[in-house]
């Protein structure tokens, strides 16, 4: 058994924790390498826009009114669509909104031409 210390302020715990279960622990591959690196650029990235929003706090207004435009664009353009009976296939979900709010309505457009590419 391996004796664990555990350190609260003031107050001292011991943990002991049995051979089988550190090895077991260590033996099990919870995590690959592909959502290893995709955890560390995740972290990279939002404390690089969290330092980023500190130096320019204007910027998240740019942001969000990017993303915003961009999706309004989508929705709009899907319900005129709609509207003449025509099946665009790009739809509001997680993906197209950050495609929106990193490229606007550009990304927008962009995204209905990669549809119409993969369609022909």
Known sequence: ??????????????????NSSIQNIL??????????LLIFCAACFAGYFIA???KRPTALF???G???AGLSFIYFFNFFCAARDIITGIGINPITGAVCTV?????????YAIKIYSFL
């Open 1 to 18: 058994m391996y004796p664990i210390l555990l350190s609260f302020s003031t107050h001292f715990s011991t943990l002991f924790i049995n």
């Open 66 to 68: 990017r993303g915003a």
């Open 62 to 64: 740019s942001i969000i």
């Open 103 to 111: 490229l606007g309505i550009p990304g927008a457009i962009l995204l």
């Open 27 to 36: 033996s099990q591959d919870n995590l690959s390498q592909n959502k290893i």
């Open 52 to 54: 980023y929003i500190k």
